[in-house]
């Protein structure tokens, strides 16, 4: 009788030293690294082609599109060192440029602690040019002074 025997190795460091670990959300078998201490499982199930690397979008965005996680997304960023500086790609601005004042609120971590976050958008570009983050503790629920 043949029998056939499948040495698998961390992705990471390529010990054989790796144990089950679980299965993930998905069904795929989860194992751990003895070595490396890194888990994850050993062959996933789909890869993603270059058209869907190179999608620009905003992140949420291609999470959307193509089902992949955000810290998928940022390690593609991390590799992608051809991205040019935020400065490069701000707009410039034109006499005829209408501001959005906007605000919204949240808590954090318990409801009695609210924090408000004001922005200001340019209407044709749909750019943040300032913010300001606080509580209503400043005057009648003005805006702290803005960061730009």
């Known amino acids: 009788m043949i029998t ?3 040495v698998s190795k961390c992705r990471v460091c390529g010990s054989q030293n790796i144990v089950k670990n679980g299965q993930n959300a998905y069904g795929s078998q989860q194992f751990w690294c003895k070595e490396c201490g890194k888990r994850g499982v ?3 199930k789909h890869s993603y082609s270059p058209e869907q690397n190179n999608e ?3 992140m ?3 999470q959307r599109t193509f089902g992949v996680s955000r810290n998928t997304l940022t ?3 991390k590799k992608d060192e051809q991205n040019p500086k935020i400065e490069e790609t701000l707009l410039t601005v034109q006499a005829e440029d209408i501001l959005e004042m906007d605000e919204m609120w949240s808590f ?3 409801r009695w602690q609210k924090r408000w976050i004001w922005t200001a958008m340019c209407r044709r570009t749909r750019q943040i040019i300032a913010y300001a983050i606080g509580d ?3 005057s009648l629920g003005a805006p702290p002074s803005c960061q730009l």
């Open 4 to 6: 056939k025997t499948i």
């Open 42 to 44: 050993l062959e996933p």
């Open 56 to 58: 620009r979008s905003s």
């Open 60 to 62: 949420r965005g291609v």
């Open 75 to 77: 390690s593609w960023l």
């Open 108 to 110: 954090v971590q318990e």
């Open 136 to 138: 209503l503790s400043t």
